[in-house]
């Protein structure tokens, strides 16, 4: 079985939307490339005991959990503490990061250096090329909301999640899926370790549905296309890739 995650969006201003999530989606495709299966994405407020319970939970339910949000010197940043909370442990000076803020700003607020207080027994990810330090806690991987900077962090991080690539299939129909349900459903029950999707497509020429068949087993995935193909009857198949 592959490896699985979770996602946890940490901010009022996703929920409110005046601030488009733009990190679930990116945290999502690349996980799938490295074959880590995301199976859950939360958006929660900036509140440290709601933001603690989530954690709990999904620590103990996923083998990765990454926060996006609430790691700035503002007051609704919270989400270092929120881990602490979670992990039910106090915060250290992070001696890594308070170098990092000193190098941009020599004169720092004590809400700037408030930024330094991680969660005792954290790991602070010191990265060639990365300015400011992700940091760890657990199996849960702390970063910033601002997507340009969460892009950069996670590049330098993303091969110690690598996994068994996800490899994927794919059938173009020519009906609505009301014809097909019943062959999809037969097919999932005979291969269990495919996943098996069907996507309506509205105003695509040639074709209604695109269904796609994934899985870490390529010759599995195989044989489960060529059974697809011997379920549909071949005058609604378009074509294949």
Do not use: W
Not at 115 to 124: I, K, L, S
């Amino acid at each position: 079985m592959p490896r699985t995650a979770a996602v946890v969006v940490i901010g009022n201003e996703i929920l409110s939307g005046k601030v488009r999530d733009d990190n679930s989606p990116y945290l999502a495709a690349e996980l799938r490339a490295l074959g880590v299966a995301l199976r859950l994405i939360l958006v929660v407020p900036d509140e440290e005991e709601e933001i603690a319970r989530v954690l709990r939970e999904c620590s103990r339910r996923f083998d990765y959990v990454f926060t996006t949000g609430g790691v700035g010197p503002t007051h609704d940043d919270v989400t270092f503490r929120a881990v602490a909370r979670a992990f039910g442990v106090g915060l250290r000076e992070s001696p890594e990061i308070k170098r990092s803020i000193l190098r941009r700003c020599p004169q720092p607020s004590e809400e700037v250096l408030s930024m330094a207080r991680v969660p005792q027994g954290a790991e602070v990810l010191e990265l060639p090329g990365v300015s400011f330090p992700p940091v760890r806690m657990g199996n849960v991987y702390i970063f910033p909301g601002i997507p340009q900077y969460l892009r950069e962090k996670f590049q330098a991080l993303r091969e110690r999640f690598r996994e068994r690539p996800f490899f994927t299939r794919r059938v173009y129909v020519a009906q609505e899926e009301c014809h097909i349900a019943t062959e999809l459903r037969r097919l999932d029950e005979e291969f269990p370790q495919v996943q098996v999707g069907s996507y309506p497509q509205v105003d695509a020429p040639g074709h209604k549905v695109v269904v796609v068949l994934e899985g870490q087993d390529e010759q599995v995935l195989e044989e489960a296309l060529q059974r697809l193909l011997e379920l549909l009857p071949g005058d609604i198949v378009v074509r294949t890739e």
